[in-house]
């Protein structure tokens, strides 16, 4: 048998790195930086639900990292679009 | 008959991508016949209302077996490519050596789908990043963080991907 | 067995940690944007292959469960993210972000 707390550790190491990114959101200095900290929080959100899924025994989280995955997409080109001034 | 055969393979393609989410569903085989028969009324309403935005005119090339054989060999040469990327990027990362500016090239490609793949096999290899495609004359505009050369050919830029995504979607 | 896991784990927290370096120490948006997305995507590659594996490994319907969504959500990665990072790039530079320390920028004169 496998053991799944690698997979738990792993997580909670991930979500260190999202701080470290969080800390770019805060810092950033034009809103283009805080949209590009804020992708990479997303991506790393989704991975770690991934691999807490694995660890947990939970197939739920991921399911919801798959829609997490469409939503944050969805939300990225909307920011994107503001950012190129206009909504046209 | 051409809006038939572009609800019916959209309607198999989001058919596909249930059935793999509701695998093992069942107690007697694979799939349970509720979710089957959910499946299918799912997939009908996603033909009908995506089927026209996703279809570009002339899709009918994707449905030939060999490119999807090509598109599944293409990730190979693209995860190579990554892997080289990011011990780039790493290196770049520690020194802080980078020599920014954006070019421009035409790869010369002509349908939607393969200014797509290419588009984001750019961003995804060795230093280079897709700022902007221009819609009727097909030019790359490509990040590129160590310039070498002001007036690149696609070869300097990407190797071998344009040829890849000419081969797979043209 | 157990060591490929680790393996994978170990080299999918270290790209992703790359990523969230070089989102710090590089100078402009659209190095931040390299480093963001090429080192965040592989490194999700080798994370959410670790869970496929372990998936694979279980055999039964759980873990076959547990695998074939991982393998989506890698899939949905792996497609959303470059396209994200793209819009965000051209958003940019059109909103009028120019490209620091750039040596060359074809996008300036006349185009489109």
Not at chain 1, 2 to 20: D, W
Not at chain 2, 128 to 137: G, P, Y
Request: contains cysteine; hydrophobic residues 55%.
């Amino acid at each position: 048998m496998i053991a799944e707390l690698p997979f738990t550790v792993a997580a909670v190491v991930l979500a260190g790195f999202m701080f470290v990114s969080v800390l770019r959101l805060a810092i950033g200095p034009t809103a283009a930086d805080r949209a590009v900290a804020l992708d990479t929080v997303n991506t790393l959100v989704v991975t770690t639900m991934v691999l807490l899924g694995a660890g947990l025994g939970q197939v739920v989280l991921v399911d919801v990292a798959i829609v997490y995955a469409l939503l944050s997409f969805v939300s990225t080109l909307y920011i994107a679009r503001y950012l190129e001034g206009g909504w046209g | 008959m051409r809006r038939l055969v572009v609800w019916a393979a959209t309607a198999a393609f989001a058919l596909a991508v249930y059935l793999l989410l509701t695998l093992w569903s069942g107690s007697w085989g694979l799939w349970s016949l509720s979710e089957l028969v959910v499946g299918a009324v799912l997939a009908s309403i996603v033909g009908v209302a995506c089927g026209g935005v996703l279809w570009e005119r002339g899709g009918w090339r994707m449905l030939m077996p060999h490119r999807w054989l090509l598109l599944v060999l293409y990730i190979i040469p693209l995860f190579w490519a990554m892997a080289r990327a990011n011990v780039d990027v790493a290196w770049r990362v520690i020194t802080g050596n980078i020599r920014p500016g954006i070019v421009r090239f035409d790869p010369g490609l002509k349908t939607e789908l393969a200014r797509t793949i290419l588009a984001n096999s750019i961003t995804l290899t060795p230093g280079t990043l897709t700022v902007d495609v221009s819609d009727h004359s097909g030019a790359f505009y490509v990040h590129w963080i160590n310039v070498t050369d002001d007036n690149p050919t696609p070869e300097d830029v990407c190797g071998a991907f344009p040829a890849w995504a000419r081969r797979i979607a043209e | 067995m157990n060591a490929l896991l680790y393996a994978l784990l170990a080299v999918g927290a270290l790209f992703n940690g790359l990523g969230a370096v070089a989102l710090l120490r590089f100078p402009d948006v659209y190095t931040r944007i390299h480093g963001a997305t090429k080192c965040t995507t592989f490194g999700s590659i080798f994370s959410i292959g670790a869970v496929v594996l372990y998936g694979f490994l279980q055999g039964d319907g759980a873990g076959g469960t547990l695998a074939v969504h991982a393998l989506i959500a890698l899939v949905f990665l792996l497609l959303t993210n470059p396209t994200g990072s793209h819009a965000l790039a051209r958003g940019a530079y059109r909103g009028g972000i120019k490209p620091a320390q750039a040596v060359v920028d074809h996008m300036e004169k006349g185009k489109r």
